[in-house]
């Protein structure tokens, strides 16, 4: 069974980066995907990546944040540049086997496996 286990949130200034791994997506998935869950709103999908490593991203991320993937590891990875206060969020990953290319879209119930999420907290 597929287990996703996300590292490398953590508090950081506005205007700094971080990196986010999420090692475990066993045989190849369809598609990969990054989202976020602030405190008292929905989850949001912020970055895709499927098997021909055609990508997508939210608009507030655009230019900022980059998905990408190193399948023979086994790990998804996600590069936040220029954070800003409202990136504020859990994120977790999540992996997408029978949803086709419609994961580009980045709806959560496309996606079938989930990781326990990380914290990642910008300071103004």
């Known amino acids: 069974q597929v287990q996703l286990v996300e590292s490398g949130g953590g508090s950081v200034q506005a205007g700094g980066s971080l990196r986010l791994s999420c090692a475990g997506y066993g045989y190849s998935p369809y598609c990969m995907g990054w989202f976020r869950q602030a405190p008292g709103k929905d989850r949001e999908g912020v970055a895709a990546?499927?098997?021909?490593?055609?990508?997508s991203y939210a608009d507030s991320v655009k230019g900022r944040f980059a998905i990408s993937k190193d399948n023979a590891k086994n790990t998804l990875y996600l590069q936040l540049n220029s954070l800003k206060p409202e990136d504020t969020a859990m994120y977790y990953c999540a992996a997408s086997w029978y949803a086709g290319r419609r994961c580009l879209g980045r709806i959560r119930e496309d996606y079938n496996v989930w990781g326990q999420g990380t914290q990642v907290t910008v300071s103004s």
């Open positions: 990546i499927d098997r021909d490593v055609i990508t």
